[in-house]
Nanobody
């Protein structure tokens, strides 16, 4: 079992930045691959970013490439999502998720992940 708690969301103007954090407690954090997803009102949950257990590899949805950076600190049991050049369309509830076993190429699929946080709201004003 692992518990995930996100923080760092808020209201920001377009062009601004936020850094989301997700702290994990419970089983050893380094055994989990981690992802960030988001869900905007009236829309389905969407993959945003993924980082492997070691942090060596990262993956992003096309709409955030070059603007968002996922990273992790296994010593602090924390995964981060640095979001720069924010746009109104980035407005959503952002969730972090942990995957114990992951098939190659399935990092963008919600069912891949075993545990989810409660989410943190990000609102970008125009």
């Amino acid at each position: 079992q692992v518990q995930l708690v996100e923080s760092g969301g808020g209201l920001v103007q377009a062009g601004g930045s936020l850094r989301l954090s997700c702290v994990a407690s419970g089983r050893s954090f380094s055994v989990y691959a981690m992802g960030w997803f988001r869900q905007a009102p009236g829309k389905e949950r969407e993959f945003v970013a993924h980082i492997t257990r070691s942090g060596y590899s990262t993956y992003y949805v096309d709409s955030v490439k070059g603007r968002f950076t996922i990273s992790r600190d296994n010593a602090k049991n924390t995964v981060y999502l640095l979001m720069n050049s924010l746009k109104p369309e980035d407005t959503a509830v952002y969730y972090c998720a942990a995957a114990l076993r992951i098939s190659p190429g399935n990092y963008y699929l919600s069912p891949t992940y075993d545990y989810w946080g409660q989410g943190t709201q990000v609102t970008v004003s125009s």
